[in-house]
């Protein structure tokens, strides 16, 4: 029987997305410059395009409102547009004003890159000393995305070193440690969960000292707006809005490291931070992660883990009081948000990578609509919706295009853009253009990197 200390290393070593970040990148490389292989088409005339400032993308749910995209590729998948060589972390893409804002880390600095979004040419390189090394051995980098807003991107790293800077030139407008100002507790991987843009606040889960779960910062000078107060601790899962009732509210999925473990789902006001509703869902061992954000549907919530606790699917009332609607044990989402489309969760089932499936729930019983494991070929993949069709990349880099139903899930077109472990980062669409990172070292040798690629259909 494994001890308790080989089973907590091997358990952490597993854990995804925006928690663990692990690269083969030298430490102390740095950037170079992109290599560029092919203009990207023109936009059809009638083609519905996009932003993609946040982690999530522009609604906040892993669905794109893009329309008129590329459907067949082949067997080498979309045109390479160009591509970027990147550092250590699993940070996604942010992309608004045809910019490309990348965050990692190479050596000892956490570097935020602004690119050209249609031929990743440098504009500006930010960067600061960010000390820090992995506990378990699992990687050094962010594991939360930057997020842009008001013409602003903000960055929170590993550290809980926060900055505000201009998205058009580059300069800091300005900082706070969040350590320094709200003593958060002793998390597995350091600080990961993404900060929320809202108009006239940036809601972070600090998870500080006194119970300050989660703060709202003025986006323009960094002062603090409001503080709500509840026990649960920072997790790696990302606030996201939801209007609820008419009422404008902040989804949080809570819950760091403590003993023993405690976390749910908070329902916070936006505007004043009080805490409406807790619902409690954590796994009973402490070695347990909470790192997809919450699905919305209408006035129902899920969330979901997978370390034992599986999915949860909650109802918050007119009152703002939250029921239980239902638990699923075999919907333990791991590495990628569940998308919701008609009244269904689509999302990938499973901590091993062997056991992956990906699933159909229905929203409002729970019933489990359909299970397949699409031949090993995605494992613990992400999904994005988009143009009516759904594109998922599998987590050793396997692209597709997929139309999903309440009967049955069907690969429409597939690819593999490249061999690679830990392709666990949600891709991001914008204009057209599909950005995919590369978090590890191909089996042909290819470094960690950030590539565009061209999906934009000409008829």
């Not at 930010?126 to 992995?134: L, Q």
């Not at 600090?206 to 960094?222: E, S």
């Not at 729930?361 to 489990?368: I, K, L, N, P, V």
């Not at 597709?400 to 069907?410: D, I, Q, T, V, Y």
Request: aromatic residues 8%; proline residues 6%.
């Amino acid at each position: 029987m494994e001890t308790m200390n080989a089973r907590l290393i091997h358990l952490l070593r597993n854990v995804a997305l925006t928690v663990v970040a692990a690269s083969v990148m030298d430490a102390g490389a740095s950037a170079a410059d992109p290599v560029f292989y092919h203009a990207p088409k023109p936009l059809a005339s009638d083609a519905v395009v996009s932003d993609w400032p946040r982690f999530l993308g522009p609604l906040h749910n892993a669905t794109s409102p893009e329309t008129r995209l590329l459907r067949g590729w082949g067997d080498k998948g979309p045109t390479r547009v160009w591509e970027y060589p990147k550092g250590l972390g699993h940070s996604g893409p942010a992309i608004a004003d045809g910019r490309v804002v990348l965050f990692h880390r190479v050596g000892d600095e956490e570097v935020v890159d602004c690119l050209e979004a249609e031929t990743g040419k440098l504009l500006w390189s930010h960067r600061d000393k960010a000390p820090y090394r992995d506990r378990y051995g699992s990687g050094d980098g962010p594991r939360n995305n930057p997020v842009i807003g008001g013409g602003s991107v903000f960055v929170s790293g590993i550290t809980g070193h926060l900055r505000c800077i201009a998205l058009s030139s580059g300069n800091l407008v300005w900082q706070r440690d969040l350590v320094s100002d709200y003593t958060p507790g002793k998390n597995f991987f350091g600080l990961g969960s993404t900060p929320l843009f809202l108009e006239g606040r940036l809601v972070l889960n600090v998870g500080g000292a006194g119970d300050v779960c989660a703060v709202a910062l003025d986006p323009a000078t960094g002062r603090e707006v409001w503080r709500a107060r509840h026990p649960w601790g920072a997790s790696y899962a990302s606030p996201i809005p939801a209007k609820l009732h008419g009422r404008e509210c902040v989804l949080i999925f809570a819950g760091g490291e403590s003993r023993p473990p405690t976390g749910g789902l908070l329902t916070l006001d936006a505007a004043t931070g009080e805490v409406l509703n807790a619902t409690p869902h954590r796994a009973g061992i402490a070695e347990s992660v909470h790192a997809s954000s919450p699905a919305v549907d209408g006035n129902r919530v899920f969330v979901g883990e997978a370390y034992g606790a599986g999915g949860l699917m909650v109802e918050v009332g007119a009152d703002f009081k939250a029921k239980q609607l239902w638990k699923a044990d075999r919907f333990s989402v791991y590495l990628m948000t569940p998308v919701v489309r008609d009244g269904f969760l689509y999302g990938f089932d499973g901590q091993s990578p062997r056991l992956a499936e990906l699933v159909c729930y229905e929203s409002a019983t729970g019933r489990e609509r359909w299970r397949d494991d699409l031949g090993g070929q995605f494992q613990r993949g992400s999904l994005l919706a988009a143009d009516g069709g759904v594109l998922c990349l599998g987590e050793n880099g396997r692209l597709a295009w997929m139309e999903l139903s309440p009967e049955k899930a069907r690969v429409v077109e597939s690819a593999a853009l490249f061999a690679a472990p830990e392709t666990w980062t949600l891709p991001a669409l914008s204009h057209g253009l599909l950005y995919v990172c590369q978090n590890q070292r191909s089996g042909a040798g290819d470094g960690p990197r950030l590539i565009c690629f061209d999906l934009r259909a000409t008829r």
